[in-house]
């Protein structure tokens, strides 16, 4: 089955503090994953893929095959950071599959 | 560059009704997917359109239908609705269908 697995809803955390936000996958083919993010009042637009390997506004994550995980995470989380954030996969089929998401909230 | 424009914004139907929404990809996309938002969830993939047809399905019903124009706009129409389909409904569009997704604004849809 192709599931993805954000397992907390809510995560609160202090500024200037680290910040991981985890999703798992299930997948039987190579998967390609993506982080989705969606502001206050705000469309959800794209954040990141793994292929990129990028680090957007300080965030990055690890494909890790052996876990089946792709975590996001920042090591200085900052208070416009707070907003939902979805972990998302795309299948052979090339349809995008999400996970239910993890509201961030970052305290002053 | 608008993004991509969903209509109308909020809809409120009764029970049995039929319903019509709207999607305008992203100027250069021409891949369209639907989603379906339920409160506290992720959205939930129902169909995604490609040079006119139908290339992916979801898990939804067959009331649930769509339709691709030449311009790559989309539609997603909802026969026999129920409370259950209450929902906010996105629309997200592509160029090919092995890019990242650009996604409207969504329509929130109340069945009463």
């Known amino acids: 089955a192709q599931r993805v697995t954000q397992p907390e809803k809510l995560l609160s955390v202090f500024k200037g503090a680290p910040v991981e936000l985890k999703c798992n996958y299930s997948?039987?083919?190579?998967?390609?994953l993506f982080w989705y993010v969606q502001y206050s009042r705000q469309r959800l637009q794209l954040l990141l893929r793994?292929?990129s390997r990028e680090s957007i506004k300080g965030f990055t994550a690890d494909l890790n095959k052996g876990e089946t995980s792709f975590h996001l995470k920042k090591p200085f989380a900052q208070e416009e950071d707070s907003a939902m954030y979805y972990c998302?996969?795309?299948?052979?089929?090339?349809?995008?599959?999400f996970g239910a998401g993890t509201r961030l909230t970052v305290k002053p | 560059d608008a993004g991509v424009t969903q209509s109308p914004t909020h809809l409120i139907k009764t029970r049995g009704q039929q319903v019509t929404l709207r999607c305008s990809p992203k100027s250069g996309h021409d891949t369209v997917s639907w989603y379906q938002q339920a409160l506290g969830q992720g959205p939930q993939f129902i169909f995604q359109?490609?040079?006119?047809?139908?290339?992916q399905r979801g898990n939804f019903p067959d009331r649930f239908s769509g339709h691709q124009f030449p311009n790559y706009s989309s539609e997603l129409n909802v026969n026999a609705l129920l409370l259950g389909d209450s929902a906010l409904y996105l629309c997200?569009?592509?160029?090919?269908?092995?890019?990242?997704?650009?996604f409207g604004s969504g329509t929130r849809l109340t069945v009463v």
């Open positions: 997948y039987s083919g190579s998967p390609e």
């Open positions: 998302a996969l795309r299948t052979n089929n090339n349809d995008m599959r």
């Open positions: 359109y490609y040079e006119e047809e139908e290339r």
């Open positions: 997200a569009s592509s160029l090919g269908t092995g890019n990242g997704y650009t």
């Open positions: 793994h292929i």
